[in-house]
């Protein structure tokens, strides 16, 4: 019995060091309402399960406010075809999408932000009691998402496109990921609104990747992916 | 408003400094910090800030100008943080060289 327990503790040990796989673990972080979690269910849709969702999302802001990880994800623009509506290819995007390969885990965050007043869920209708419980998951949320940066590989950092880029729960994120050297890419949200402006988001910050994306509607995600796969994998 | 010097701030410790600073926006007042915090310090008060919202206090604003990288890329202190409660902060807006806050006094 105990050898039997030996040779299987062996046994999970060979094939942890001979065959496992090197999975990144990413998070998805930014503002409340950037689109992390329509994000991570775009990403499930595509690569995993059309009818999975990693979450909920609504207009109403912490509406994530506890952290949800989805492994064993296989990102593979090999076998899949994105939608990606409005594109075209490319001659270069055939080679790019034979490198384009990640297995991954996927960590949908809370919104990280410097103050949560419940008032402000109750101008969506919630009442008070509700707002004030709210109010408290997400800061629960909001040391919850920080705590998770130390087990990241990388991370996509969400902006909403039409919004000042400029705010330092931004740059304390990038300054952060800056420090332990985890790889960061910045995904330029709602770029299909019409008072997007994702050029603002790449002069401010010139020294990561800008990815402009709509994950409501699945524009551009290819490159995001290949991004993902190039920087993560 | 509390203008602190950089003296002052080096010679606290890192969590001494995030607690000083909250201590005084819970207070009411707005912490101007000459050579700032780390952005792993304002990391920390966030955490911190997160731990102490109640109904009285729903948070902080902050903005700051950050310095140039430091060496090794391991320490990116800003040249200057401003903190306030955001109770009475109704926005802080940063552009290049200019950092403004309107001030709610309801």
Redesign the interface.
């Known amino acids: 019995m105990k050898s039997r327990k030996r040779k299987g503790i062996l046994a999970r040990l060979f094939r942890v060091f001979a065959f496992r796989k090197k999975t990144a673990k990413i998070g998805l972080y930014g503002p409340p309402n950037a689109g992390k979690t329509t994000l991570a269910n775009r990403i499930i849709h595509t690569f995993v399960d059309e009818n999975e969702d990693m979450g909920v999302s609504t207009e109403v802001p912490h509406e994530t406010r506890r952290a949800v990880r989805r492994g064993g994800i296989l990102i593979d623009l090999r076998s899949k075809s994105v939608q990606n509506p409005g594109s075209h290819s490319n001659p270069d995007s055939k080679s790019k999408r034979e490198r384009a390969k990640l297995k991954l885990d996927v960590v949908d965050t809370p919104g990280l932000a410097t103050k949560i007043d419940f008032h402000e869920f109750m101008a969506y209708g919630l009442e008070e009691e509700e707002a004030k419980r709210r109010a408290k998951e997400a800061t629960e949320g909001v040391i919850e998402a920080i705590k998770w940066l130390d087990d990241m590989d990388g991370v996509v950092l969400l902006m909403d496109s039409t919004e000042d880029p400029y705010t330092q729960t931004n740059i304390v994120l990038i300054g952060n990921m800056e420090a332990r050297g985890t790889p960061v890419i910045i995904a330029a949200n709602k770029m299909d609104l019409s008072d997007a402006a994702p050029q603002r988001i790449i002069n401010a910050f010139p020294q990561h990747p800008v990815i402009p994306i709509s994950a409501l509607k699945g524009e551009n995600m290819e490159k995001l992916y290949e991004e993902m796969a190039r920087r993560f994998g | 408003m509390d203008l602190v010097s950089e003296e002052r701030i080096n010679s606290m410790g890192s969590m001494e400094k995030i607690r000083f600073v909250l201590e005084g926006v819970k207070s009411g007042n707005i912490v101007v910090l000459e050579g700032g915090l780390?952005?792993?310090e304002?990391?920390n008060l966030?955490?911190l800030?997160?731990?102490e919202?109640s109904?009285d206090f729903?948070?902080?604003?902050?903005?700051?100008y950050?310095s140039k990288?430091g060496f090794l890329?391991?320490?990116?202190k800003a040249r200057l943080t401003v903190i306030g409660p955001?109770k009475i902060m109704r926005t802080m807006?940063?552009e290049k060289d200019l950092i403004s806050a309107v001030i709610s006094a309801f």
Do not use: D, L, Y
């Open positions: 780390t952005s792993e304002q990391m966030i955490e800030t997160m731990a919202v109904e729903p948070g902080i604003e902050m903005s700051g950050p990288k890329n391991m320490r990116r955001a807006k940063k």
